[in-house]
Structures are given as C-alpha cells and as structure tokens.
C-alpha cells in the first residue's frame, strides 16, 4: 500500500499547521510550521520548514528548515517589536492590530510546479518562483524567478536556465503536473529514463 493518498496529507509529528489547505499526494516534514497558505498535489516539504501566506504550486520540492513568506516587522513607524501589533499578549486593556496582519496575509509568495528548493533557502513575500526552477540550498529570493532557471546567494541571481527557451516553452505548455494519477504511473519510467528533449519528443 502506498504512504501517500489523494484524499488525507502525511503530516509527521509536531507539526503547527494553520488556516493551511492541501492538494492529494502531500506531505509535511516533522516540525514544519505552515499557516495561511495551500499545498498543490504532490507537493511536500522536509523537516522543519517555515511556510507562510504562500500558495505552492504541484510537485513542488521544499528541503528541510526552508523559510516562505517571511513575516515582516513594520519599518516606517516608531518600533520594530510586535508589543504594538500583538498588544493584547502585553496589556490587559489592548487588542491585536488586526489590519497588520491582514496586511502581512495580503502579501502572498507563489511557488510554481515542479520546483525544488533547497535547504536552508529563504522566499521573500511577494515573490513568485516560476515553473521548474531551481533555488540553491541556501540562497534568499527577493525579486521573482523565471521558469525554469536556478538561482543561487544572497540575494538570489540566476547562475543559468535549465533548459532552452524552446524546451522550457513546450514544457509549460504540456503540464505534465496536470495529468491524472494514472497517467503519470504509465509515463513513469519514461520520466526516470528520457531526458527532458525526449520526453517532449514522445508527449507533447
């Protein structure tokens, strides 16, 4: 029997999971924090991921103690500290500043299909990582990144694409991501075997 389904994620324990939707086939690494965000089908992240107000695309690839959306602290008023947006954890008499936090929700990180980011990489709000790329253990992402290219540093800057434009263009244009779960079990061991040209050839 399979580990995963279409129908339940495999959360591993001590998980804090919040205000979170999930797509079929995922997964959530031991220790993972995800709150307002949705996890495509297929999509898993490694232990100890921070995740949040993102939406993640399918087969999206997230290693272990990667950071999502970032929550900011407010730079343009008196104070950093959250006494004056989490005022009710300090005062008996004082609410939480809800238009802070629905402000910070507001600015959503996308995460297209078939990535991979690497350990210990940081996605700032606000930024959309393109289809098929590729950020390097690592790196931190402040501007967007194209489909299908690998970025790598701090800040992040793309080292080169993958693959052609062409062979990027038919690859979007197929949207393997899309086919049904019985389709990709039969084009299985052509994903192990061809290369990404040859399996174009053959699917699209």
């Given at each position: 029997?399979a580990?995963?389904n279409?129908d339940?994620?495999?959360?591993?324990?001590?998980c804090?999971?919040?205000?979170t939707?999930?797509?079929?086939?995922?997964?959530?690494?031991?220790?993972?924090?995800?709150?307002?965000?949705?996890l495509?089908?297929y999509?898993?992240?490694?232990?100890?991921?921070?995740?949040?107000?993102a939406?993640?695309?399918?087969?999206a690839?997230?290693?272990?103690?990667?950071?999502?959306?970032a929550?900011?602290?407010?730079?343009?008023?008196?104070?950093?500290h959250?006494?004056?947006?989490?005022?009710a954890?300090?005062f008996?008499?004082a609410?939480?500043?809800?238009?802070?936090?629905?402000?910070r929700?507001?600015?959503?990180?996308?995460i297209?299909?078939?990535?991979?980011?690497?350990?210990?990489?940081?996605v700032?709000?606000d930024?959309?990582?393109?289809?098929?790329?590729?950020?390097?253990?690592?790196?931190i992402?402040?501007?967007?990144?194209?489909?299908?290219?690998i970025v790598?540093?701090?800040p992040?800057?793309?080292?080169?694409a993958?693959?052609t434009d062409?062979?990027?263009?038919?690859?979007m244009?197929?949207a393997?991501?899309d086919?049904?779960?019985d389709?990709l079990?039969?084009?299985?061991?052509d994903?192990?075997?061809?290369?990404a040209?040859?399996?174009?050839?053959?699917?699209?």
């Amino acid at each position: 029997m399979a580990r995963l389904n279409a129908d339940t994620p495999f959360v591993h324990p001590d998980c804090e999971i919040t205000d979170t939707t999930f797509g079929r086939y995922t997964e959530v690494g031991r220790g993972t924090r995800l709150a307002h965000s949705h996890l495509g089908d297929y999509s898993y992240c490694d232990r100890f991921a921070d995740i949040a107000n993102a939406q993640i695309g399918k087969f999206a690839n997230i290693a272990s103690y990667v950071r999502i959306g970032a929550t900011d602290h407010p730079m343009e008023k008196a104070s950093l500290h959250h006494f004056h947006y989490r005022s009710a954890d300090y005062f008996e008499d004082a609410c939480q500043d809800d238009d802070w936090f629905a402000l910070r929700r507001s600015r959503r990180t996308i995460i297209g299909h078939d990535t991979w980011i690497g350990h210990g990489a940081q996605v700032r709000p606000d930024v959309t990582l393109g289809h098929g790329c590729v950020v390097a253990g690592g790196a931190i992402v402040t501007k967007d990144v194209p489909p299908y290219m690998i970025v790598a540093g701090i800040p992040a800057v793309p080292l080169r694409a993958r693959f052609t434009d062409d062979v990027a263009e038919r690859m979007m244009a197929l949207a393997w991501w899309d086919w049904p779960h019985d389709n990709l079990r039969a084009a299985l061991y052509d994903f192990r075997e061809m290369t990404a040209e040859a399996f174009l050839e053959r699917y699209a």
